[in-house]
T-cell receptor
Framework: DQQVKQNSPSLSVQEGRISILNCDYTNSMFDYFLWYKKYPAEGPTFLISISSIKDKNEDGRFTVFLNKSAKHLSLHIVPSQPGDSAVYFC???????????????FGKGTHLIIQP | DTEVTQTPKHLVMGMTNKKSLKCEQHMGHRAMYWYKQKAKKPPELMFVYSYEKLSINESVPSRFSPECPNSSLLNLHLHALQPEDSALYLCAGARDLSYEQYFGPGTRLTVT
């Protein structure tokens, strides 16, 4: 049973436009959500996170939105740049309810391709 | 500084070999993790250490043996692995269990 779902295996966006990556989760115990960026043969790089008490968190070009009632979050990248081309993983944890020792549950990732 | 280092970068081993993967961080992280990532799959948690104490993951075969010699080091000892254990092994650190995790570059393991 997949608890974190990224239903788009790939997404192609033109340089300068907005990239929107989506993530859905099923476990109501999840209270902390993260986005990671990954290049081939490298470890994931932490981008941005959000706790369940917020509905938006912004850091530079990256904004994460959380809709708890829909169990849905999204990552917005504005403007998209060629260096943003990578695989993006959504991850979740029941961190604040004592589930931090369970680590992170990852989605399958979305391959973002920024076209010049 | 969020650097986590892992050695070696690549490792090829036979099924009868014994080898170890090393992970190091000097950021004062008190939680450290081992993940396994197969091609085109997400990372999967193997082990968690919090303040140098292990939280056992019962689904991990005993041919993988973690060790935390001190708060900066994490080892993963490998023995009698199978070809299906070939994967990218990732180490991550976090300030503690309630904070975001920072990953190392990984060790690409091939079992022949």
């Amino acid at each position: 049973d997949q608890q974190v779902k990224q239903n788009s295996p790939s997404l192609s966006v033109q340089e300068g436009r907005i990239s929107i990556l989506n993530c859905d989760y099923t476990n109501s115990m999840f209270d902390y959500f993260l986005w990671y960026k990954k290049y081939p043969a490298e470890g994931p790089t932490f981008l941005i996170s959000i706790s369940s008490i917020k509905d938006k968190n912004e850091d530079g070009r990256f904004t994460v939105f959380l809709n708890k009632s829909a169990k849905h979050l999204s990552l917005h990248i504005v403007p998209s740049q060629p260096g943003d081309s990578a695989v993006y993983f959504c991850a979740a944890s029941a961190m604040y309810s004592g589930g931090g020792a369970d680590g992170l549950t990852f989605g399958k990732g979305t391959h973002l391709i920024i076209q010049p | 500084d969020t650097e986590v280092t892992q050695t070696p970068k690549h490792l090829v081993m036979g099924m009868t070999n014994k080898k170890s993967l090393k992970c190091e961080q000097h950021m004062g992280h008190r939680a450290m993790y081992w993940y396994k990532q197969k091609a085109k799959k997400p990372p999967e948690l193997m082990f968690v250490y919090s303040y140098e104490k292990l939280s056992i993951n019962e689904s991990v075969p005993s041919r993988f043996s973690p060790e935390c010699p001190n708060s900066s080091l994490l080892n993963l000892h490998l023995h009698a692995l199978q070809p299906e254990d070939s994967a990218l092994y990732l180490c991550a650190g976090a300030r503690d269990l309630s904070y975001e995790q920072y990953f190392g570059p990984g060790t690409r393991l091939t079992v022949t």
